[in-house]
Each structure stands twice: as C-alpha cells, then as structure tokens.
C-alpha cells in the first residue's frame, strides 16, 4: 500500500471582483427593511444580470458583498463599470443618506479553488482594492 502524498490543489489564473457596501452599517442603522429589500431587488435587476452577462460566477456573498470570479479580466472590468454605472443611476432620485453605492476592487491572479470557493493572494488583492476604492468607483 502507498503512502497518501499531498493532496494536490486546484490553482487556476482568474480576474476577481470584490464588492462591498459603502457605509452599510449606516444605511441598515437608518433603515434595516428598507436597505435589505433595496438590496435585494438591486441584486436581481442590476447586478447579478451584469455579472452573468459577462461569464461571472458569484462566488460568496456577504451581507453587503460580492466576491465574484471571471475568465477574463476585460469581461470583469466591463462587469464592473455597467455595474457602477446602473448604481449610480438608480440612486439619482435618492437622497444621498439613502443612497447604496459599492466599491470595487479587481485583480488578475492566481486563485486557490476548493469546494467551490476560491482563496489566495489574488482575492486578497482584489478585496485590498476594493478597501481603497472610493464610493461608486473601482
């Protein structure tokens, strides 16, 4: 009988949008039912259509994020720009206190894939992008 080696792990080159909530612990303060429902009708008419649109796959969302991985990095970036685009759109009949607006990161790299998840430095970038992104911008 063999000695078990090291399980061998799956490691492929992928574009990765990180998304995040600006201010989210402010907008559910002010309104917790109203900012969910927001979000979840912003989930199924502007972002998650964009996403599929260009080839994403939703990796894992949070409360107020997205981590979402791409072949290719000209398909994350158009993602990420008719993302923005169509929030600040939707948000131009708000007043700016209830206005939901993310920042986004995005980074080509290597990514560790297991059990659907995917982990390495090239997310820890992308979600380090993100942090610096300004509201509404990538």
């Known amino acids: 009988m063999e000695a078990a080696g090291p399980a061998r792990v799956e490691r492929r080159l992928a574009a990765i949008l990180a998304a995040d909530v600006a201010g989210y612990s402010r907008l559910i303060e002010a309104d917790e039912e109203g900012t969910l429902g927001r979000l979840k009708t912003l989930r199924g008419e502007v972002i998650d259509p964009r996403i599929a649109g260009h080839k994403g796959r939703i990796v894992k969302t949070t409360g107020d994020g997205l981590l979402v991985?791409?072949?290719s990095v000209v398909d994350?970036?158009?993602?990420?720009?008719?993302?923005?685009?169509?929030?600040?759109d939707s948000n131009v009949p708000l007043p700016p206190e209830r206005r939901i607006e993310?920042?986004?990161?995005?980074?080509?790299?290597?990514?560790v894939v297991e059990d659907g998840?995917?982990?390495?430095?090239?997310v820890n970038v992308a979600a380090r992008l993100e942090g610096l992104a300004e509201p509404g911008h990538i």
């Open 69 to 71: 991985e791409f072949a």
């Open 76 to 88: 994350s970036l158009r993602c990420a720009v008719e993302f923005q685009t169509a929030m600040a």
């Open 102 to 111: 993310f920042r986004i990161g995005v980074h080509q790299g290597d990514i």
């Open 117 to 122: 998840d995917i982990f390495g430095d090239g």
